[in-house]
Antibody, heavy 120, light 110 residues
Framework: QVQLVEFGGGVVQPGRSLRLSCAASGFTFSNYGMHWVRQAPGKGLEWVALISYDGSYKYYADSVKGRFTISRDNSKNTLYLQVNSLRTEDTAVYYC?????????????WGQGTLVAVSS | QSALTQPRSVSGSPGQSVTISCTGTSSDVGGYDYVSWYQQHPGKAPKLMIYDVNRRPSGVPDRFSGSKSGNTASLTISGLQAEDEADYYCNSYAGTYTYVFGTGTKVTVL
């Protein structure tokens, strides 16, 4: 079955960087766009970024544009999110999700998430 | 992008129906038939319940249904069950490969 497993989160100081990873299995990874979505503690969901199936197109939420970079390695069935210049408001659980057909929707399924805590 | 507006909470007794609204603009909900709904239990990852406004993935009970009118989408849970108690989020395509979520609704089964 389709499985997504995120890792790479942790506690990091403001201004520092982190790389999150999402290992995919159970489907042909190179055929699907992939998303990152985050959820701050006790808050709602926020879409972060999308990468096309081949990595040629990347889109970002305004709140992370210029600081976060989404990428993928189809040979390793892995999705990445490079998060730079971290701010306290970036503290959240970061989920990866498989995109669907039209407009890379819906988000299905989701991984279990990895927590990024930005604190001095 | 502003979050779509959902009621903070809705509640109902077992067997009753509840409806959650999701209000956006003509640039998101009203402009595309790409509204989806996600269920999230505490400490768990979200789960897709409805996509493309009113389509149900396999495995999702037919008690869950979706609709849209103008800039407002709705999720209806008929025959409410205890396991339906969770947070629910709508999502809409907002053009140029950007996406916006709703503020979230807590469903309580009385």
């Amino acid at each position: 079955q389709v499985q997504l497993v995120e890792f790479g989160g942790g506690v990091v100081q403001p201004g520092r960087s982190l790389r999150l990873s999402c290992a995919a299995s159970g489907f042909t990874f190179s055929n699907y766009g992939m998303h990152w979505v985050r959820q701050a503690p006790g808050k709602g969901l926020e879409w972060v970024a999308l990468i096309s199936y081949d990595g040629s197109y990347k889109y970002y939420a305004d709140s992370v544009k210029g600081r976060f970079t989404i990428s993928r390695d189809n040979s390793k069935n892995t999705l990445y999110l490079q998060v730079n210049s971290l701010r306290t408001e970036d503290t959240a659980v970061y989920y990866c999700a498989k995109g669907g057909g039209s407009s890379w929707l819906p988000f299905d399924p989701w991984g279990q998430g990895t927590l990024v805590a930005v604190s001095s | 992008q502003s979050a779509l507006t959902q009621p903070r909470s809705v509640s109902g007794s077992p067997g009753q129906s509840v409806t959650i609204s999701c209000t956006g603009t003509s640039s998101d909900v009203g402009g595309y038939d790409y509204v989806s709904w996600y269920q999230q239990h505490p400490g768990k990852a979200p789960k897709l319940m409805i996509y493309d406004v009113n389509r149900r993935p396999s495995g999702v009970p037919d008690r869950f249904s979706g609709s849209k009118s103008g800039n407002t989408a709705s999720l209806t849970i008929s025959g409410l069950q205890a396991e339906d108690e969770a947070d629910y989020y709508c999502n809409s395509y907002a053009g140029t490969y950007t996406y916006v979520f709703g503020t979230g609704t807590k469903v309580t089964v009385l």
